[in-house]
């Protein structure tokens, strides 16, 4: 394991009924505290080299992005999963760090056997100042259907909040639109009709949702994707 801030986890067994494997996990909110502090930055060791000094390390925003783990047991004997959910994150930047007093996620389970991740191929997103609402298109697409399209988004406020976006099948993208997210930070978030999960983010840190006026973005960000799995 690579460098990193030494942050509080914890840790839920998950198993599925029977017949089904557990297939993805989706952060839908959570509220959290915030202070300043030096976090200890771990660092891989062996008795050949040892680590004299604390390592450097910058995150781009708040690490890590995503705040969770899956990890699935693929033995005969047991189909449960591991979930590790990390209770804290930290900016290197401005020396922050969030600690988490509740997390929630929506998990699926699924008999069929589908193990790829959905893609996103693109997320637009900005706050029209005239309308107040900030608005979200994204484009995505999986062999077997997209079953669920959604937003996560904090504007540090100490709260995470989420709202499901609606396909438009003329654009052939998933739309919404929601008050009361000026300034916010945010993640898009796809399942597919399997229960896979796929949470995307901007290089390890969040999106931003820039203003706009009368709909016009004065700092557009649209962000065209690769396809990409779990």
């Known amino acids: 394991q690579g460098s990193g801030p030494v942050l509080p986890q914890m840790y839920v067994d998950l198993r599925p009924p029977a017949g089904q494997r557990l297939h993805g996990v989706a952060f839908v ?19 050949y080299a040892p680590v004299a000094t604390e390592p450097q390390f910058q995150s781009e925003g708040f690490y890590p992005a995503r705040p969770f783990t899956l990890r699935n047991n693929d033995t005969v004997e047991r189909a449960d999963a591991t979930l590790t959910l990390a209770i804290g994150q930290h900016d290197t930047a401005s020396g922050v760090t969030r600690l988490y007093t509740d997390l929630q996620y929506d998990v699926y389970f699924s008999a069929l ?100 006026l009368g709909g016009i973005s004065q700092q557009p960000q649209k962000v065209f994707l690769p396809a990409l799995g779990r």
Do not use: C
């Open 113 to 212: 056997a589908d193990e790829i991740a959905p893609e996103i191929r693109s997320i637009d997103g900005f706050y029209d100042v005239t309308a107040g609402r900030a608005q979200f298109k994204v484009e995505a697409r999986d062999d077997s259907g997209i079953a669920r399209v959604f937003i996560s988004y904090t504007t540090g406020d100490g709260a995470w909040s989420h709202f499901d976006l609606a396909h438009d099948t003329t654009a052939a993208k998933w739309k919404g639109a929601t008050t009361g997210a000026r300034g916010a930070e945010y993640q898009a978030q796809v399942i597919d009709a399997a229960g896979n999960a796929l949470v995307m983010t901007r290089k390890g840190g969040y999106f931003q949702l820039p203003d706009a």
């Open 29 to 47: 909110g959570g509220t959290y505290i915030t202070m300043t502090l030096d976090p200890v930055i771990n660092a891989p060791v062996n008795e």
